[in-house]
Every structure is written in structure tokens, then in C-alpha cells.
């Protein structure tokens, strides 16, 4: 079977001359359709490079990145804008929601991107808000809503064109604890309950511990990586923890 997404050699510099820097060296992983992926490391290690170029925001030097059999790196521009808007959905640390439009304007604005009818638009409407727990937001504004509640309308906004592939940047890197838990929550239900596939950066210990798998980065290279496989989020916690200490990074303990 075919993975979703595959990663081959990719390495990127920015930079010329004796001013070169390699913020990734050669890396290559994959994964399959409904797998919910944490990438980790140090400050520095490649991880927002990395996310950046799988979501097209940035070009690679070297190698290849392949979706859905579709190698990112042979698309022109424009196909580029329409493979992005299509077929990536994206949640970030800043929820983006406009303050404009209502909580369900800012959920369907994909959508009209599209141009899709008006009642199929309705329809995902209703399953993306009834999923995500939101239906009675719908009418109201981002700033009538608590961090948590932004962010699963992000989430639902990233969910209503139903993507291949979901990126995360550092989601909850803007919430409290209690908030977080509840993101993380509702990242395990996109996952388990929807069959979303996950590509999260985070920095947190306690957030990576909802993945299923982890990739460490060191010196824009993988490093090491856990499967969660059978054991409990406190036990994947703490494999976390030791895997920083011997990395060398800071992993957030909150």
C-alpha cells in the first residue's frame, strides 16, 4: 500500500556563499493515510523548516515530496495555489479567524475559495460544526469565544475541505493547560473518530504525548523516533521526556 505522504532526502540551505546554513540534511520519512504524526526537537533543529516545506510555504533545496503520488516539487505555481488550498488544511498558533465574519463565515471561507454550491457548502457546514462540538458558535463572532473554542473553529475551517493532509504548527502555543488539553482532545476525535491525517510541530511534551508516532529532529536530521503503539499517553509522556534529556533539547514539562 502506498503511503500518503512521503519525504525522500529532503535537505534545505538558505543562505549563499560562506554565509550557507542546512537547516535540513537529507531528511526522509512517510505515513500513511489516518496516522497522527508529532515532529519534535531543540530550538533551531529543522522542525518549522521542515512543516514549511511540506506545506509548499517554502521551496526545498534538494529531494523530493510526494502527496498523494503527486510530487509537490513538479508543480507550477498555480497548481501549487490550488494543491494547497485543496488539499492541505492548516492550524496554527494564531487561529487566523477573521474578526469580521462570523464563526461560521470563517469556517466555510475555503469553500467559497472554491466556489462550491451553496447547499453542499451548508452541508459540510452542519458536519464539520456537529463533529467539532461548535453548531451553537456558529452565529457568533471570534472574539465572543474563549481560546479553546477559536481553535476548534480552526480546526473545522482546516477540516471543511476535507484535506489529505492536516498541519500544525505549535497549536497550542497561544492556550493555557486546561485549553491545550481540550485542543488535544480534539485533535484525538479528527484522528480516531474523522480519519484526519495529522502533521503536528510542537515543542510540548504533554501535547506530543496525544501522537502516535514522533520524529526528533537534531541538526535538521531525524534522529529518533517513538511509536506509541499500545502504551498509555502518562507512559509516551515520559518516553518523551527521556528521549529530550539524551537529545539534548527542552522539551515544555507544563
Not at 172 to 187: H, I
Not at 191 to 219: C, E, P, W
Request: proline content about 3%; hydrophobic content about 40%.
Amino acid at each position: 500500500m502506498n503511503p500518503l505522504l512521503e519525504i525522500k532526502n529532503v535537505t534545505k540551505y538558505y543562505g549563499s556563499g560562506d554565509a550557507v546554513s542546512r537547516a535540513l540534511n537529507g531528511v526522509s520519512f512517510s505515513m500513511a493515510g489516518g496516522e497522527f504524526t508529532a515532529i519534535m526537537g531543540a530550538s533551531g533543529s529543522g522542525k518549522s523548516t521542515l512543516l514549511n516545506v511540506i506545506a509548499t510555504i517554502d521551496q526545498p533545496s534538494a529531494g523530493s515530496i510526494v502527496l498523494e503520488g503527486r510530487d509537490i516539487a513538479d508543480m507550477r505555481e498555480q497548481e501549487l495555489a490550488a494543491f494547497r488550498r485543496d488539499r492541505l488544511g492548516f492550524i496554527f498558533q494564531e487561529y487566523n479567524l477573521l474578526d469580521t465574519l462570523t464563526v461560521g463565515e470563517n469556517i466555510v471561507l475555503p469553500l467559497n475559495l472554491q466556489k462550491r454550491p451553496a447547499g453542499e457548502t451548508a452541508e459540510r457546514l452542519r458536519r464539520a460544526s456537529a463533529s467539532l462540538e461548535i453548531t451553537d458558535q456558529l452565529e457568533k463572532f471570534p472574539r465572543q469565544l474563549s481560546g479553546g473554542q477559536r481553535q476548534r473553529a480552526a480546526c473545522a475551517r482546516a477540516l471543511i475541505t476535507e484535506p489529505a493532509l492536516v498541519l500544525a504548527d505549535e497549536p497550542t502555543g497561544a492556550l493555557d493547560s486546561a485549553n491545550s488539553r481540550s485542543l488535544m482532545e480534539t485533535f484525538t476525535l479528527m484522528n480516531q473518530k474523522l480519519g484526519s491525517t495529522i502533521l503536528m510541530v510542537t515543542h510540548d511534551a504533554v501535547v506530543g504525548s496525544y501522537a502516535s508516532r514522533i520524529l526528533f529532529l537534531k541538526d535538521g536530521r531525524i534522529w529518533n523516533e517513538l511509536y506509541r503503539g499500545n502504551r498509555d499517553r502518562q507512559s509516551m509522556y515520559h518516553e518523551i521526556l527521556n528521549t529530550m534529556a539524551v537529545l539534548g533539547g527542552e522539551a515544555d514539562v507544563r
